[in-house]
T-cell receptor
């Protein structure tokens, strides 16, 4: 039973345009959400997070939106750059716990 | 500041053997987490250690075990290896009181043949 799902395995975007990566979850106990970026042969690196008490968090070119009623979050990257090409994982935590549940990842390709 | 280091980078074992993977957390981090990333899948939570104690484990059989040493480094042991254990094993660390956004190592690629 996948509690965190990323339904798009891949996404291709032109440089300068917006990239939108989506994530759905089923566990209503999740109260903290994170996005990680992973390059080949490297471990995932933390990108941005959002608490369930907020619906938006922004950090430079990256914005995460949370829709609790729909159990959906999205990561917007504006403008997209070729260096953003990587696999993006969303993750969720319940009850301020330390264990993260990850989605399957979305491979983003930003074309020059 | 040195990041999370994992060794070995690659490991090839035969079915039925045992594998030992090692992780050194960032200095000052007391929590260590182990995740498995099988081919084409997301990261699956394996184990969480903090202050030398196992705090939580994921839905994996008992042949996956580990420990955390007094210097907070950690070991993951996989006994009676099966072909489906072939995966990237990632270790992460965090300060015990601030779990979010923890830092991952580059992983150990375990191949069971």
């Amino acid at each position: 039973d996948q509690q965190v799902k990323q339904n798009s395995p891949s996404l291709s975007v032109q440089e300068g345009r917006i990239s939108i990566l989506n994530c759905d979850y089923t566990n209503s106990m999740f109260d903290y959400f994170l996005w990680y970026k992973k390059y080949p042969a490297e471990g995932p690196t933390f990108l941005i997070s959002i608490s369930s008490i907020k619906d938006k968090n922004e950090d430079g070119r990256f914005t995460v939106f949370l829709n609790k009623s729909a159990k959906h979050l999205s990561l917007h990257i504006v403008p997209s750059q070729p260096g953003d090409s990587a696999v993006y994982f969303c993750a969720a935590s319940a009850n301020a716990g330390n264990m993260l549940t990850f989605g399957g990842g979305t491979r983003l390709m930003v074309k020059p | 500041e040195a990041g999370v280091t994992q060794s070995p980078t690659h490991l090839i074992k035969t079915r039925g053997q045992q594998a030992t993977l090692r992780c050194s957390p960032i200095s000052g981090h007391t929590s260590v987490y182990w995740y498995q990333q099988a081919l084409g899948l997301g990261l699956q939570f394996l184990l969480w250690y903090d202050e030398g104690e196992e705090r939580n484990r994921g839905n994996f059989p008992p042949r996956f075990s580990g420990r955390q040493f007094p210097n907070y480094s950690s070991e993951l042991n996989v006994n009676a290896l099966e072909l489906e254990d072939s995966a990237l094993y990632l270790c992460a660390s965090s300060p015990g009181d601030r779990p979010y956004g923890y830092t991952f190592g580059s992983g150990t690629r375990l191949t069971v043949v």
